[in-house]
């Protein structure tokens, strides 16, 4: 498998199957009004030492999420070669114009995790798809792809995952899930459309690592402080980099919660315009029919504000942080607690 396809306008200007350190970038066409023959950049590191498994780590998959970001950066600036067995792959920041102007899509509207499997005549976004879907994921033995709520919504700082059908590959993925050693776990469906990065990857059979870092437009010290750590330890969970796997117990932490959002009742949006008031937190438990939040009026105060209650028995995962709201935007997400071994039975 070569770096380069003949038929991609995308090239990587290091050769990613060469042993050692690189830090380098990828190039796809940029055409604006100060450039025609210009390219885009798009850093990208590769650490290869010895025989092992290959992990491929993308941050910034959309722009306004930055807990992944900086974790993927502080990797390529601390991560030292002989600690390595196997490669290292790091796109620290892939939208890279997006996250310049702190928005979860390209400029051009693109959703770039809704642009996989992509083609290489498409726009930009699809040609940079094509590229991770042909070049990198079939490198790949692990795909870690970190987000959070952006700036839209407060997630549960946690790990999360689809639960896939194959059952190595669900087990590898519910343990490379649980060795971030967030205090949370989330199993998501895709509410919103397809086109996924992370499909893609499982579809290629990857063990695939998913974050919903916090968000809300803030990155606290201690989510800071659990991107770098978790994602530090999957790395030594996938048999890439020395150390100690540590685990929930090894640190002297309780088993974490894992909450199940696979029912599509647990996702809430907002039906009207509105100024949205949070009244409980995420991690709070919450019966069905119970208040999670409340949509006021400002052009007509004298109507009462509408409540929206749990439509389910769970835990709140998420919830909206930007209270200026249009119908259709995201209210809040639940989720119900579920054992591991539920999920391999
Ligand atoms: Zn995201």
């Known amino acids: 498998m070569s770096a380069t396809l003949v038929d991609s306008p995308v090239t990587c200007t290091i050769d990613l199957m060469a042993p050692g350190r690189q830090v380098g970038r990828l190039q796809l066409p940029k055409i604006t009004n100060t450039g025609g023959w210009a390219s885009s950049f798009v850093p990208i590191a590769c650490f290869a030492n010895g025989d092992g498994p290959t992990v491929l780590i993308s941050g910034g998959n959309h722009g306004d999420e930055y807990e992944g970001q ?41 959703n770039f995790n809704r642009s996989f499997p992509g083609r290489p005549d498409g726009p930009p976004n699809e040609q940079l798809a094509d590229y991770l879907t042909r070049v990198l994921f079939p490198l790949a033995d692990t795909v870690i792809d970190m987000h959070s709520g952006g700036r839209t919504a407060w997630f549960l700082p946690c790990s999360h995952m689809h639960v896939v059908d194959e059952p190595t590959q669900r087990k590898g993925m519910l343990e490379g899930m649980q060795a971030w050693n967030s205090d949370w776990h989330f199993l998501y469906i895709d509410v919103n459309g397809t086109g996924l990065l992370p499909v893609e990857a499982e579809e290629q059979g990857k063990i695939v690592i998913t974050t919903e870092l916090g968000g809300g437009g803030r990155v606290p010290a201690p989510v800071h402080q659990l991107a770098w750590s978790g994602l530090t330890n999957v790395l030594r969970h996938q048999g890439v980099l020395a150390g100690e796997v540590q685990t929930r117990a090894s640190l002297g932490l309780p088993e974490a919660a894992i909450l199940d959002g696979r029912d599509p009742a647990n996702y809430v949006i907002c039906e009207e315009d509105g100024i949205f008031e949070g009244l409980i937190e995420p991690g709070v438990t919450v019966a069905a029919g119970e208040p999670v939040a409340r949509l006021w009026f400002p052009t007509t105060p004298e109507r009462e504000p509408t409540v929206l209650r749990a439509p389910l028995d769970g835990v709140l995962a998420c919830i909206r942080s930007i209270p200026a709201t249009e119908a259709g935007d995201g209210a809040f997400t639940l989720g119900q607690p579920i054992r591991p071994d539920q999920l391999l039975a």
Not at 73 to 95: A, C, K, M, N
């Open 70 to 110: 900086i974790a993927a950066l502080r990797l390529i600036q601390e991560l030292e070669l002989e600690d390595v067995t196997g490669r290292i792959v790091v796109i620290p920041v892939i939208s890279m114009d997006a996250s310049k102007a702190n928005t979860r899509m390209w400029p051009s509207g693109a």
